[in-house]
């Protein structure tokens, strides 16, 4: 069974920058056919935000722009969402997901992202 705990959300001014971590229990994020984040703000559904294969092909959403870096950490067994110039509309719930060669895949708890104007 793999386990992800995700961490580095926070309240952060429009401007900065915030880097979430997803960290991986019970397997090696770097077998994973595909790591994901996805996003939920308020009253909407969840979007998706950018995606790494294991080859290392990026994919992102249609809503959101460069601002946005996946990666993933082998040494902390761990995938990695850096987020530059923070806007209050990237205010929402921020979900890491997994996919792997198995067919299964495995979602996060989320962590709070809250940008103040």
């Keep these: ?44 559904q969840r979007e998706f935000v950018a995606s790494m294969t294991r080859g290392g092909s990026l994919n992102s959403g249609d809503s959101v722009s460069g601002r946005f870096t996946i990666s993933r950490d082998a040494a902390q067994n761990s995938m990695l969402l850096q987020i530059d110039s923070l806007k209050p509309e990237d205010t929402a719930v921020y979900y890491c997901n997994t996919y792997w060669s198995d067919e299964h895949d495995y979602w996060g708890q989320g962590t709070q992202v809250t940008v103040s104007s």
């Design 1 to 44: 069974q793999v386990q992800l705990v995700e961490s580095g959300g926070g309240l952060v001014q429009a401007g900065g920058s915030l880097t979430l971590s997803c960290a991986t229990v019970g397997a090696r994020i770097a077998s994973a056919a595909v790591v994901a984040w996805y996003r939920q703000a308020p009253g909407k």
